[in-house]
């Protein structure tokens, strides 16, 4: 390897290391803007006619059956904190049933001697697992090239993340955004797998979606606003310049629930993260349109402070608060759940109308 792409190499590993000692120690949420799932009810049944076990909270998504409608999204890789993570919480989605993905593999492409941190097939043999790429490293790689790290990993679907926010904000980031649609389109036709388009904290306005599926995208995860921001996080470590900007858009983008809402009647398959922290968050992200919901920092940081054990306690914790809005409403499946009738806020009708508005030029 030449002495600047080890440079390279290691400068995305010292910030994959500080990302993650930042989500385990640091307040890296949103700290006043929520996901707005608060402004979303359901209607009470008083006469389910449901028993617990009566219901099935299974989900078939990407080709897969989850036990449960939910992801561990994608944190991290490069380095081998991120090795040990990353394979023990791909053995908690095996042993829970659920999806799991892996974080960029920007530095896998760039140094083939880091594959090793995301390898997790073998501790996951069954289980859901995305791959995962930024949109300016898809758009400078053939497809070719974004085929081999998906199958490198024996991953089933292909993640690109969009991240303008936290690009801006983070002291060496990307500055340029052309060309994406033309990448999205291109790795839509010429790949063999899924394409995953996701967010990271600001959420997908229809406008961004519609756009999405005019080129062939199916699959979106909207990661939206009141979970971690990517913002606050490169904030935190970065320079002045950084900390000054990420104080001026700290509460920047769309809640999740606004978002999930947005998306309704889009024709996409919709992951819900950004934010869910329990069960009725996963109920309302499902009868919102969701396919599945996801998250990566609660389960992160119950691993780091339980181990995996402490991960599967959070998981089932979410999976009880998921069952038991489901039984609350008289819904025997996620079918049933996603049909349920909603009620929503001043906030959250704001935002729809905002982006109906902005659909008719107003």
């Given at each position: 390897?030449?002495?600047?792409?080890?440079?390279r190499?290691?400068?995305?590993?010292?910030r994959?290391?500080a990302?993650l000692d930042?989500?385990?120690?640091?307040?890296?949420?949103?700290?006043?803007?929520?996901?707005?799932?608060e402004d979303v009810?359901?209607?009470h049944?008083?006469?389910?006619e449901?028993?617990?076990d009566?219901?099935d909270c299974?989900?078939?998504?990407?080709g897969?059956?989850?036990?449960?409608?939910?992801?561990?999204?994608g944190m991290?890789?490069?380095?081998d904190?991120?090795?040990?993570v990353n394979?023990?919480?791909?053995a908690?989605?095996e042993?829970?049933?659920l999806?799991?993905?892996?974080?960029?593999?920007?530095?896998?492409?760039?140094?083939?001697?880091?594959?090793y941190?995301?390898a997790?097939r073998d501790v996951a043999p069954?289980a859901?697992?995305?791959s995962n790429?930024g949109?300016?490293q898809?758009?400078?790689?053939?497809s070719?090239a974004?085929?081999?790290l998906?199958?490198?990993?024996g991953?089933?679907?292909l993640?690109?993340?969009?991240?303008?926010?936290?690009?801006l904000?983070q002291?060496?980031?990307d500055r340029?955004?052309?060309?994406?649609?033309a990448?999205?389109e291109?790795?839509?036709a010429?790949?063999?797998m899924?394409?995953?388009?996701?967010?990271t904290g600001c959420?997908?306005s229809r406008?961004v979606?519609?756009?999405?599926?005019?080129?062939g995208?199916?699959?979106?995860?909207?990661s939206?606003a009141?979970g971690?921001?990517?913002?606050?996080?490169?904030?935190?470590r970065g320079n002045e310049?950084?900390?000054?900007?990420?104080?001026?858009?700290?509460n920047?983008g769309?809640?999740?629930?606004?978002s999930?809402?947005?998306l309704r009647?889009?024709?996409?398959e919709?992951?819900?993260?950004?934010?869910?922290?329990?069960?009725?968050?996963?109920a309302k992200a499902i009868a919102l349109g969701?396919?599945?919901?996801g998250a990566?920092?609660?389960?992160?940081?119950?691993?780091?402070s339980?181990g995996i054990?402490?991960a599967?306690?959070f998981?089932?914790q979410?999976i009880d608060?998921?069952k038991a809005a489901?039984?609350?409403t008289?819904s025997?499946?996620?079918a049933?759940?996603?049909?349920?009738p909603?009620i929503?806020?001043?906030?959250i009708?704001a935002?729809?109308a905002?982006?109906?508005s902005k659909?008719?030029g107003?």
């Open positions: 390897m030449s002495p600047d792409k080890s440079q190499t290691a400068g995305i590993q010292a994959k290391a990302h930042l989500c385990e120690h640091e307040a890296v949420e949103s700290q006043d803007k929520t996901t707005l799932f009810d359901f209607v049944t008083a006469l389910p449901l028993a617990l009566d219901l299974a989900a078939a998504f990407l897969k059956r989850l036990r449960a409608p939910f992801l561990i999204t991290t890789g490069g380095t904190d991120a090795f040990a394979r023990d919480l791909a908690v989605a042993r829970c049933g999806g799991f993905g892996l974080g960029s593999q920007r530095v896998m492409q760039r140094d083939p001697c880091t594959a941190t995301f997790v069954t859901l697992v995305l790429i949109i300016a898809a758009g400078s790689l053939s070719s974004l085929r081999s998906v199958i490198d990993v991953a089933d679907a993640c690109v993340h969009l991240n303008p926010a936290q690009e904000i002291a060496e980031g340029n955004f052309r060309g994406g649609c990448t999205l291109r790795l839509c010429e790949l063999p899924p394409v995953v388009v996701k967010e959420g997908i406008a979606a519609d756009a999405l599926r005019r080129v995208v199916r699959h979106v995860d909207v939206g009141g971690t921001s990517w913002v606050r996080v490169e904030s935190l310049r950084s900390r000054q900007l990420g104080e001026v858009f700290s920047w769309i809640p999740t629930a606004a999930l809402a947005m009647g889009a024709g996409l919709v992951i819900a993260s950004g934010g869910i922290r329990n069960g009725l968050e996963v969701a396919c599945v919901a990566a920092l609660p389960v992160y940081r119950a691993y780091r339980g054990d402490g599967v306690q998981v089932d979410l608060g998921l489901m039984l609350l008289g025997r499946s996620l049933n759940l996603s049909r349920q909603l929503f806020g001043e906030r009708n935002w729809l905002a982006d109906v659909e008719k107003g």
